[in-house]
């Protein structure tokens, strides 16, 4: 062959590569160097001079190291630099959403950032993985054809995953229009996911599914491996900071492990408003004046128990009625004259009835004890706050309720659940995520019949008689305002 050039059609086989990786020093060339390699003529570096491979090696963006090997995580580095830099040039505030990256940045990192050098030693954003995650909040999506033309130009394959734009959606109008949910830039192998995030009513970031179409390249990136996309998710806005990390202009929240905490936490469960239109079509919702001013009054108690939750730091999810209403037609079941909450007894906090009384609410009755069936209840104009506290027994959870006159215990079984964010009246609240489950325990197979006649301790499908309270510890365990 007299060095010439392999005819790129031809696998070199192993002994070739073998001495190419001994001549280059390389311990394993990269799979992602074969595009370019192929495409420079140069199927096999073996044929090739050091200085060419090198050349070769530059060109596609990589490095070597001091020692002339060629690692992986200065090829992230470059293309996360290139990247990074066409997002600066197009002005677009994106922030690092990446887990694994996020974790590996400490506070003692962050105060020594002033002294880390404008070099590629990717010690937090190269994590091991072959992916990035950013995030951008999608009103500062701007110039986004040519940020796309320009990534595109850079050598930047693109995948665009588009969904239904739930902010459009009513029970009047079921919105058919898309929006960008997910963009995912590869080069060299490596993927960069950029997450969109749009404000919702309730005041809040969301962040739609990655859902693939049928014409989609399930091969483009390893979706099993990305943070972001498996269910929609809800997220506070994130108070951001410009810092350099790995010798790069980076944005990161403010409070890593708080924006870490809630990742963990955000999965987000639409309104069915499909299922809900139908129903409402079946059974037309009240639209008097009256029950106009529960809603109201509804929102406005909603809206102050997640306030003073949250700054107890105490999470909640709609229960009972209210969880109904939301599940079945989308809103507040306007004949319930309540709004009815549940909060894991391990997450009660002393200080909670103070809390709602300097809110502005009186309460209205105290039953049981923390050790068994607690149960509050406070008045906010004339609709009644009810929260329920829920403790875990094996493989169920339970909530207790007391009869004042008689001391009679009653207690209500569900499966265990998880917790999933929604919206409910335009507040972000959380659910159940295992919603269909909960609500069936509480109503039956009939829940999504209307039942205006209600007894709370014989109706209910899951409710069972749980003894009497001792008369002599009466006065400390029902207590009527």
């Keep these: 062959m007299n060095g010439s050039v ?3 059609s031809r696998e070199p086989d192993a002994r070739v590569w073998a001495a190419a990786r001994e001549q280059l020093r390389v311990p394993a060339l990269p799979a992602l160097l074969l595009p370019e390699l192929r495409q420079q003529g140069h199927l096999s570096p073996f044929r090739i001079p050091r200085s060419k491979a090198v050349s070769v090696l530059q060109h596609t963006g990589l490095l070597l190291n ?47 950032r002033d002294r880390m050098t404008r070099e590629p030693h990717c010690s937090f954003l190269c994590t091991g993985r072959p992916i990035a995650s950013f995030a951008l ?28 734009d739930p902010r459009l959606g009513s029970l009047d109008t079921l919105s058919g229009e898309e929006i960008p949910l997910h963009f995912l830039f590869r080069l060299h192998g490596y993927i960069i996911h950029v997450v969109l995030l749009y404000e919702r009513s309730g005041n809040y970031l969301w962040h739609g599914a990655l859902r693939l ?26 108070e951001l900071i410009l810092t350099v990390i790995d010798g790069l202009d980076v944005r990161i929240p403010r409070n890593i492990s708080r924006f870490l905490t809630q990742q963990e936490q955000a999965r987000f469960l639409e309104c069915r408003y499909h299922d809900a239109r139908s129903f409402l079509q079946l059974y037309p919702d009240d639209s008097s004046a009256a029950a106009i001013e529960f809603r109201r009054k509804a929102k406005t108690l909603l809206t102050l ?12 999810w709609i229960s009972s009625g209210t969880c109904l209403g939301w599940f079945r ?34 309460l209205k009755h105290k039953f049981g004890k923390v050790e068994d069936s607690l149960e509050l209840s406070f008045l906010g104009e004339d609709v009644k706050l009810d929260i329920f506290f829920f403790y875990r027994e094996g493989d169920v959870v339970w909530n207790g309720g007391t009869q004042a006159k008689s001391g009679r215990k009653f207690k209500y079984v569900f499966p265990s659940f998880s917790l999933c964010w929604a919206e409910l009246l335009e507040v972000k609240v959380r659910v159940p995520c295992e919603t269909l489950d909960y609500v069936m325990a509480n109503y039956g197979a009939s829940w999504n019949v209307p039942v205006k006649s ?28």
């Design 305 to 316: 128990a997640a306030r003073t939750l949250g700054q107890l730091d105490v999470p909640f």
């Design 213 to 238: 179409k049928a014409n989609m390249d399930r091969s483009f990136a390893p979706f099993k491996l990305l943070d972001y996309g498996r269910h929609a998710g809800a997220y506070d806005r994130p």
């Design 137 to 164: 909040q999608a009103n500062q999506w701007k110039h986004s054809a040519g940020f796309l033309l320009a990534a595109e130009q850079k050598g930047f394959e693109l995948l665009e995953v588009r969904g239904h």
């Design 329 to 362: 037609q989308c809103s507040i079941i306007s004949y319930s004259r309540d709004v009815d909450i549940g909060i894991f007894i391990a997450d009660f906090r002393p200080n909670m009835v103070a809390a709602f009384r300097d809110a502005g609410l009186s």
């Design 454 to 481: 209600w007894d709370w301790k014989s109706s209910p499908s899951n409710v069972m008689e749980n003894g009497v309270w001792p008369i002599a510890e009466w006065a400390g365990l029902i207590q009527v305002y």
């Design 6 to 8: 392999p005819d790129a």
């Design 66 to 112: 001091p020692a002339g090997h060629v690692t992986s995580s200065q090829a992230q580095w470059q293309t996360l630099k290139k990247f990074l830099g066409l997002a600066q040039y197009f002005r677009l505030p994106l922030f690092l959403a990446d887990t694994a990256a996020l974790a590996l940045l400490s506070q003692d990192a962050l105060r020594q």
